[in-house]
């Protein structure tokens, strides 16, 4: 598609609406302000994505090694129709093409960045005074693309800060890496579109290696500079799905069970769907007779129940009948059957032949619930892995941390102009920074400094990403990681503190 045409209509005339003789609008996206009530910080990831996908492959090859006179004529029969004949010049269009490069500036905040409410983790303005129009023209494109992966890293990141939370109350204060592991992403399917599919579980993997969205993998390798030859990027297991299981009968279940614990999978790991019929059969039944065969294996049988209100399918439900098995919980059924071993802080952990991963409807709370629930009972949060679905990385909105491109600084016939907006009928939400800006660390928290000096504006963390066409200071997926396992090592020590 031709690049110009990824706007908002009423973008293609606010080069004529500016003052006569602009010559530079410098613009920045921020997360103005969270809206979850857990959390105020953002982790900051998906620029990098954006410049190569969009500033750079498809300007070049959507409208720069297009001919002129076809994209020109394209961009005119748009607004010809949409806003009227003539309606729109398109010189400046022209002019952009003959240029053969889109000049501007773009810096960002290091992705992996966790940073809190209205601080800036793009700027963007214009190098050359005549396309002062464009820094604001990608606006609509920016915001589409940028929003959605820093939203999903977010919440990965919250996600594996309760993991690590519960791991260092009920495993060890130390060895608590198969937390990479408990989160696992099964979002695929119920996203909107693949990009939107391979941007947020791209997010998910800066937290997180399992994972069951493949092209999340390719993302990666394509615009993070990771190599899964040299690098864990992501990874799965084996696993089964209901047409699987039905179509090995209901009354030869068990059948299956051992068909894929002895034939198909002899050793690693195998995931097991249990509810396709009577879950807890499997589970009372099922285990026990298998049991022999599943210790003998050199690897982990996972259970995988996929239905009803997850914290009570896994730690029990106080409701049922006493004794029973659903009032037992799963965790506690398996420990019956295969016992274990018990943690450095005490806790039980299941046998290592066997496991269990609850992938349905499981958000934020239902996590927090879980690992409480299994804590409080005696055992450890790495007695079970719980998958993320599109439930969690779907409900959310732009306005989930409130991102918005706003203009706060321009050149007008050489005169500088500190520019903000500030509206009387809003809450201070909208209230945007004036000026050039700049972001510094103090202790430890990410500060704003506006109205800066262009000397001002220079220093900081904000670097420059591209410039006039070229992709600069690239970031790879291990230099991310290690940014967010830094933030989690601070957030454990202010939490033990």
């Known amino acids: 598609m031709n690049p110009l045409m990824l706007i908002d209509f009423y973008k293609a005339d606010h080069r004529r609406q500016y003052p006569e003789g602009t010559e530079m609008v410098y613009?920045?996206?921020t997360p103005r302000k969270s809206r979850q009530s857990q959390n105020d910080k953002l982790v900051f990831f998906g620029l990098q994505y954006f410049i190569k996908e969009y500033l750079i492959k498809q300007w070049n090859e959507g409208f720069f090694n297009m001919p002129k006179e076809k994209v020109v004529a394209e961009y005119k029969r748009r607004m010809d129709n949409a806003l009227g004949k003539e309606s729109i010049p398109i010189e400046h269009i022209a002019e952009l093409h003959d240029l053969g490069y889109l000049p501007l500036v773009v810096k960002g905040l290091p992705e992996g960045s966790v940073?809190?409410?209205k601080i800036p983790v793009v700027t963007v303005y214009n190098t050359l005074p005549k396309f002062f129009w464009l820094t604001n023209y990608l606006e609509s494109l920016m915001s589409a693309i940028l929003w959605k992966p820093a939203t999903s890293a977010t919440?990965?990141?919250?996600?594996r800060k309760v993991f690590n939370e519960y791991a260092r109350k009920t495993v060890s204060d130390t060895n608590i890496d198969f937390v990479y592991w408990q989160g696992h992403d099964f979002s695929f399917r119920g996203m909107s579109g693949i990009e939107d599919a391979c941007i947020s579980a791209a997010g998910h993997l800066l937290s997180f290696y399992g994972t069951d969205t493949v092209p999340a993998i390719d993302f990666h390798e394509m615009y993070y500079n990771a190599d899964s030859d040299k690098e864990l990027i992501g990874g799965s297991v084996p696993a089964t799905e209901h047409s699987v299981m039905c179509m090995g009968t209901k009354d030869n279940e068990i059948a299956t069970f051992e068909r894929l614990v002895e034939e198909l999978y002899p050793k690693g790991i195998v995931s097991i769907v249990s509810d396709t019929?009577?879950?807890?059969?499997?589970?009372?039944?099922?285990?026990?007779e298998l049991k022999s065969k599943i210790l003998a294996r050199d690897g982990k049988v996972v259970i995988r129940p996929d239905s009803g209100d997850p914290v009570k399918i896994i730690i029990g439900d106080k409701d049922a009948a006493p004794g029973s098995p659903e009032f037992k919980g799963a965790i506690e059924c398996m420990w019956e059957v295969f016992g274990g071993t018990t943690t450095d802080k005490g806790y039980k952990l299941l046998d290592s032949h066997i496991g269990l991963i609850y992938g349905d409807s499981i958000t934020l709370q239902r996590q927090k619930e879980i690992l409480e629930g299994l804590k409080e009972k005696g055992f450890?949060?790495?007695n079970v892995v719980l998958g993320i679905g599109s439930y969690t990385y779907e409900y959310v909105t732009r306005d989930t941390y409130g991102f918005a491109m706003k203009a706060t600084y321009g050149e007008v016939n050489g005169e500088p102009r500190n520019i903000f907006k500030d509206p009387k009928t809003d809450d201070g939400t909208k209230k945007s920074a004036k000026g050039l800006l700049a972001v510094h660390e103090i202790n430890g928290e990410l500060h704003l400094k506006d109205q800066c000096t262009w000397e001002e504006e220079k220093q900081g963390l904000l670097k420059t990403v591209f410039e006039n066409g070229k992709m600069l200071n690239e970031q790879s997926?291990?230099?991310?990681?290690?940014?967010?396992?830094?933030?989690?090592?601070?957030d454990a020590a202010v939490l033990i503190g």
């Open 477 to 490: 997926l291990t230099q991310i990681r290690a940014r967010i396992n830094k933030q989690l090592e601070i």
């Open 380 to 382: 450890a949060s790495f």
């Open 155 to 159: 919440t990965a990141f919250q996600y």
């Open 27 to 29: 613009s920045n996206f």
């Open 277 to 288: 019929w009577d879950f807890w059969k499997v589970i009372t039944e099922f285990l026990p």
């Open 115 to 117: 940073v809190s409410e």
